[in-house]
């Protein structure tokens, strides 16, 4: 049986979309509607013919839908819930993908007092933004972390589950804080560095911009795909998981003049034991499947 | 014709083997010969048959050579030139492929007075190590950076460059101290970066390695590919760079505490202002043809 049946995605961007497609791949009876604030987004979506119904609303998106998903920027998930929340039947399930937890849950709890909402992020994504760069198997082998409230009705945290395993993905339970705490490491503070070093190289006055995009190819090009998200999303992320990050950009900060020690101080066991261990960490990451094998990404050399 | 008719290769790792491999596609006809310190790369590099010549020492391996290519770790560079000095012929071209330039320089000179040295850097490579990690490819569309001193023989500079053209290369001619400013930020910095964030992750005691791990999608992976990197290689790259990654990380650090400090003050504009800046590094990094523009590097997504 299939853990919902009339499903509404608000947002349709690259999770949004991804997410309809691959509803429409794994649950083809599934009615979808969806809606979107950007008019030429849903244009496109039309177009596409990746939803049953495209509503020039969100309100009218949902009406009659068993499960709703939120699929916009951390901060604009109050106001989208504010905006449904007449619409919503009773029965319905609140979901969403935001990349922050805890600060969902609780703006979701507030604009959707009495509905069950179990909020999800799916660990999986790309640099690209809108609907076109969607696809079906973006959630496929990744993982997806549901994080209700202690509260929650397990029957609609077991649907959520039922559906996220539908659609590909691997499903773990954990509390919203704890969520936030992991994803600052594996997700939030890659992004924050990527961003910082791509302006440090923007702005040195000995070396041109000419200069480092020639000479990329050392390292640096790794950095500017995830620095090439969307900078609203990122923005709504770093602010609705301020505590978490500052907490871990601080240690990132003391390993990092440790090193820094290291050099100074032409420490080589130091910096060799260090790169040491790194290795082991990145053979655990292939061997837990969440990354590719092959040399440079699998990128082509020819 | 050919720039060089009898090579010789003297580390044969990654770099070395890939030399060898990219010398034999694009001129047979030149004699190969080469030595590691490590017989068991030696006993490989004569199974993989990539060289006409596998010698038990440098110094056998060199003699007759008119090009010498140094492809050891940098802080070996020094103890290479002093093995092969006494059997060098006066004309011989003595070059490296070593990520770090001024110190190289400076060491070959002082160990080869009155020969020919034109030191270059390939601004190319895998993380992966050894002769089984190498290909013919490697440098092809890629830049290699020349860094001759100033008074060096522009005829023995005009054979290496039409060498590195040769084998695929677009080459360019630096000042080596410049080399190591420019590298610094495009090569040397997201290294240390990329190992420090490895590091951070592997200590938290809120969040386990296993945690890491799973999510390491979110964007952490991509920095554990280049923090698996040879840790001799880098430990030797930032010893001989000290005062160019010193300075670079300096600044980013200042970068840095300037983004934490918009997080802590909600100023969520300057947060938007810096993310949008950077999607147009990514985009001429692509347009340059230094990266690839498929999404999340073209990894296989099913
Ligand atoms: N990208 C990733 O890698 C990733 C991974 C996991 C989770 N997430 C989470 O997924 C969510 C969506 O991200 P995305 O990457 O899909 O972004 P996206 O491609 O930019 O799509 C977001 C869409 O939501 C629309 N939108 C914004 N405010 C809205 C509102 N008030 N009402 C209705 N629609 C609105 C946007 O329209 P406009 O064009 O008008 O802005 C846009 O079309 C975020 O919460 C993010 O944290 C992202
Ligand atoms: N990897 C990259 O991405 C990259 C890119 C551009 C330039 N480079 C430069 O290329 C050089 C080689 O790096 P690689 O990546 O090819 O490293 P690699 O795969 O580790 O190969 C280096 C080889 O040199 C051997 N070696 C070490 N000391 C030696 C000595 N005194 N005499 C003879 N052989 C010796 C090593 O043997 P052992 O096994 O005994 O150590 C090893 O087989 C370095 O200078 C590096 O800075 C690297």
């Not at 993905?169 to 890659?190: C, F, I």
């Amino acid at each position: 049986m299939l853990p919902f049946s009339r499903v509404a995605i608000l947002g349709l961007g690259l999770i949004g979309s991804s997410v309809a497609r691959a509803i429409r791949a794994a649950m083809p009876t599934v009615r979808l509607s969806g809606s979107d604030a950007d008019p030429a987004v849903r244009a496109r979506v039309i177009e596409l013919d990746i939803l049953d119904d495209v509503a020039d609303g969100a309100g009218a998106a949902v009406v009659d839908a068993d499960l709703v998903i939120l699929c916009v920027p951390v901060g604009a998930m109050a106001a989208v819930a504010a905006e449904i929340a007449p619409e919503l039947s009773p029965g319905t399930v609140i979901s969403d993908v935001g990349s922050v937890k805890g600060q969902v849950l609780a703006d979701l709890t507030a604009a959707l007092p009495g509905m069950a909402i179990i909020p999800a992020h799916p660990v999986a994504g790309t640099e690209n933004s809108g609907p076109d760069a969607g696809f079906a198997t973006l959630f496929r082998n990744r993982w997806c972390i549901i994080t209700p409230a202690n509260d929650a009705d397990p029957l609609a945290v077991e649907r959520v589950k039922s559906f996220w395993t539908a659609i590909g993905s691997n499903v773990e339970v954990m509390d919203a804080r704890h969520h936030d705490l992991v994803l600052a490491v594996t997700s939030h503070l890659p992004h924050l560095i990527a961003y910082t070093i791509v302006s440090t190289a923007s702005d040195l006055e000995d070396v041109t911009r000419s200069e480092v995009i020639k000479y990329s190819a050392g390292g640096f090009r790794d950095f500017t795909r995830i620095a090439a998200s969307d900078p609203t999303m990122w923005r709504d992320v770093f602010l609705s998981n301020k505590e978490a990050v500052l907490e871990t950009l601080q240690r990132f900060s003391e390993d990092l003049s440790a090193l820094q020690r290291a050099i100074r101080w032409n420490d080589g066991d130091a910096l060799h034991t260090l790169f040491t261990r790194s290795r082991a960490v990145r053979r655990a990451i292939i061997d837990a499947g969440q990354d590719t094998a092959a040399a440079d990404f699998g990128r082509e050399h020819e």
